[in-house]
T-cell receptor, first 113, second 112 residues
Framework: GDSVTQMEGPVTLSEEAFLTINCTYT??????LFWYVQYPGEGLQLLLK?????DKGSNKGFEATYRKETTSFHLEKGSVQVSDSAVYFC????????????FGQGTELSVKP | DAGITQSPRHKVTETGTPVTLRCHQT?????MYWYRQDPGHGLRLIHY???????DKGEVSDGYSVSRSKTEDFLLTLESATSSQTSVYFC???????????FGPGTRLLVL
């Protein structure tokens, strides 16, 4: 079945460092891909999404490009802030609505001043 | 913000007892979902609903049932709680056409 694999955490960076969180997926067809973020003590919220190959999703300085040839959707940010400390989830959906999400295991990011 | 509330926010119960978790939304979204979050697994879909009285199973539905008698409410029931159902439960709604799910704050359930 479909699945999502993320890099293991936790990831600890200094403020203003470059961030990459790797995400690869296994799926039939052409799923939509998402990054959701969970701040401490809260529910998840959508960070960005891409619905077809070569699409780039971006939001709040974060970017991810839908790479069909490598089945990847890596999350990047050029300069992280302490406020970016959170757990990041990569996810896919096959239902053309963005529902029935399949999540990766999550990557915890800690940014130190 | 889709105005999603979950109740209770925390619950401790004993093995074998029934438990019902409630999700309430104020945005009239058609689709609703229940997920559980466990370390090392991310979130996994338990059940979902695509309208009043229309529900279906997700990846980890065994031991759970759901009901949706009104658009705004989606109930998750553990018929006879087990320790393996200790988890954090999240409800989510989906705004049609935007491919964006909105999540509630979660319910932390401990089954002793």
């Amino acid at each position: 079945g479909d699945s999502v694999t993320q890099m293991e955490g936790p990831v600890t960076l200094s403020e203003e460092a470059f961030l990459t969180i790797n995400c690869t997926y296994t799926a039939t067809g052409y799923p939509s891909l998402f990054w959701y973020v969970q701040y401490p003590g809260e529910g998840l919220q959508l960070l960005l999404k891409a619905t077809k190959a070569d699409d780039k999703g971006s939001n709040k300085g974060f970017e991810a490009t839908y790479r069909k040839e490598t089945t990847s959707f890596h999350l990047e940010k050029g300069s992280v802030q302490v406020s970016d400390s959170a757990v990041y989830f990569c996810a896919l959906s096959q239902d053309n609505q963005g529902g029935k999400l399949i999540f990766g295991q999550g990557t915890e990011l800690s940014v130190k001043p | 913000d889709a105005g999603i509330t979950q109740s209770p926010r925390h619950k401790v119960t004993e093995t074998g007892t029934p438990v019902t978790l409630r999700c309430h939304q104020t945005e009239n979204h058609r689709y609703m979902y229940w997920y559980r979050q466990d370390p090392g697994h991310g979130l996994r879909l338990i059940h979902y609903s695509y309208g009043v009285k229309d529900t279906d199973k997700g990846e980890v539905s065994d031991g759970y049932s759901v009901s949706r008698s009104k658009t705004e409410d989606f109930l998750l029931t553990l018929e006879s709680a087990t320790s393996s159902q200790t988890s954090v439960y999240f409800c989510a709604t989906l705004r049609s056409g935007q491919e964006t799910q909105y999540f509630g704050p979660g319910t932390r359930l401990l089954v002793l």
